[in-house]
């Protein structure tokens, strides 16, 4: 069972560069996330995804695009890479916390660590 | 949003010590996760627990929703506890998007 996969574990980048950080679950999870996480900080929210086609925004989106073509895959699309989006990120999955859901505990993948340079 | 402080922020421990950490929320919530992430980055999940108590080993949690805090106990620590523990909720109404409180640093030492 493989959980939430992402994909590279490790990325430096040039100012301007794009990249497209990939996620992938396994158990059906309705609800996919992604998180980053800065130093001494705990994670915040960038994007989200209730389902397939649909997306919205967190806490900091700014820079960043999501799609949600499938259940199983939600990949997070740097446009124009800068310094200040050196970080961790995480990308999480559950169900969702629709009315008679089942639990809505969060599985979190190993995480990218990022560096622009 | 809601708001999410975790206490204390840092603490040393010599192996063997217990330990208590707190977490607190300011609205209703329909999910608390506490996670533990390790030297190398990793988010563990310790405990699903909107309500109630678990206990896991030498680990157990409770969380009060109506008085809005939850607790981490830690006993017989070893130095592989080491690391940040996160505690992480839903609010009630918001999809499942988990906001994280800002951690508590445990360092076990020999």
């Known amino acids: 069972n493989a959980g939430v996969t992402q994909t590279p574990k490790f990325q430096v980048l040039k100012t301007g560069q794009s990249m497209t950080l990939q996620c992938a679950q396994d158990?059906?999870?309705?609800?996919m996330s992604w998180y980053r996480q800065d130093p001494g900080m705990g994670l915040r929210l960038i994007h989200y995804?209730?389902?397939?086609?649909?997306?919205d925004q967190g806490e900091v989106p700014n820079g960043y695009n999501v799609s949600r073509s499938t259940t199983e895959d939600f990949p997070l699309r740097l446009l124009s890479a800068a310094p200040s989006q050196t970080s961790v990120y995480f990308c999480?999955?559950?169900?969702?916390?629709?009315?008679?859901?089942?639990?809505?505990?969060?599985?979190f993948g190993q995480g990218t660590r990022l560096t622009v340079v | 949003g809601i708001q999410v402080e975790q206490s204390p922020p840092d603490l040393i421990l010599q192996e063997g010590a217990n330990s208590t950490l707190r977490c607190n929320f300011s609205?209703?919530?329909?999910?608390l996760q506490w996670f533990h992430q390790n030297p190398w980055g990793q988010l563990i999940n310790l405990f699903y627990?909107?309500?109630g108590t678990k206990q896991n080993g030498r680990l157990s949690a409770t969380t009060v929703a109506t008085e809005r805090y939850s607790l981490l106990y830690i006993s017989s620590s070893q130095t592989t506890d080491s690391g940040v523990y996160f505690c992480?909720?839903?609010?009630?109404?918001?999809?499942?998007?988990?906001?994280f409180g800002t951690g508590t640093r445990l360092q076990v030492t020999l």
């Open positions: 999480a999955s559950s169900y969702s916390s629709v009315l008679g859901a089942p639990r809505t505990e969060a599985f």
């Open positions: 992480a909720v839903v609010n009630t109404g918001t999809a499942s998007k988990l906001t």
């Open positions: 995804s209730v389902g397939a086609g649909i997306t």
């Open positions: 627990i909107p309500s």
């Open positions: 158990m059906n999870h309705e609800y």
């Open positions: 609205d209703s919530v329909n999910n």
